[in-house]
């Protein structure tokens, strides 16, 4: 019986300890999500990287600058080719547009 205790005296502060030491670092995902002004967010970007062309232009789309957002992918897709993030933000162009441009 006093084994048992020894026992569990150890392992409930793992237990109760673990997820937080999960928990991690908010990423850049979370600070430009819930960020208050997200071109202030935009700006810990590195220039010339993925993440910049695809927040810069997700932001674009969601600010309706859709001018901003296709000048974005000129340059994203010469550095990078075709990509799932490139294509996801030119569909996502493609359905906000297309009351203008059927």
């Known amino acids: 019986m006093r084994t048992r205790i020894f026992r569990l005296a150890w ?3 793992v237990v109760l300890i673990a997820p ?4 991690g670092e908010v990423g850049f995902v979370e ?3 819930l960020a208050r002004d997200r071109s202030a967010a935009l700006r810990q970007l590195i220039p010339g990287t993925e993440d910049y062309y695809f927040y810069r232009a997700l932001h674009a789309l969601q600010t309706e600058q859709y001018d901003q957002a296709v000048a974005l992918t000129k340059p994203w897709l010469e550095r990078f080719g075709q990509t799932p ?5 030119q569909i996502r162009h493609t359905l906000l547009t297309y009351d203008r441009d059927p």
């Open 11 to 13: 392992i409930l502060p």
């Open 31 to 33: 600070d430009f999500a």
């Open 20 to 23: 937080a030491a999960f928990a």
């Open 85 to 89: 993030r490139l294509t996801e933000i």
